[in-house]
């Protein structure tokens, strides 16, 4: 069994930052592609970014210039730096990770609260 942590959510007002972290533990292999997904109330969940093992990111075009998503293997944790939030950015922010054991499983993070003010 495989759990993922996630930290840093909050509160911040509008242009503030905020870092969020994402612990992997337990039966782990190795983990192939590591992201951060949010789902805002009466939406459906959104891929915010994704990193692969060797460190090639992708975001959403809503975030691009704004955040910045890494990782360390060494620690199976990913983290997303989030600058110049804006009040769109409120959500449940969602830690993923595809997770090789004795097979390839994919695995979630119970979420982390961010709420954007105006």
């Known amino acids: 069994q495989v759990q993922l942590v996630e930290s840093g959510g909050g509160l911040v007002q509008a242009g503030g930052s905020l870092r969020l972290s994402c612990a992997a533990s337990g039966s782990i292999l190795s983990i192939n592609s590591m992201g951060w997904y949010r789902q805002a109330p009466g939406k459906q969940r959104e891929l915010v970014g994704a990193?692969?093992?060797?460190?090639?990111?992708n975001y959403a075009a809503s975030v691009k210039g704004r955040f910045t998503i890494s990782r360390d293997n060494t620690k199976n944790t990913v983290y997303l730096q989030m600058n110049s939030l804006k009040p769109e950015d409120t959500a449940v922010y969602h830690c993923?990770?595809?997770?090789?054991?004795?097979?390839?499983?994919?695995?979630w993070g119970q979420g982390t609260q961010v709420t954007v003010s105006s």
């Open positions: 990193v692969t093992r060797s460190g090639v990111t």
């Open positions: 993923n990770a595809h997770v090789v054991s004795n097979a390839v499983y994919d695995y």
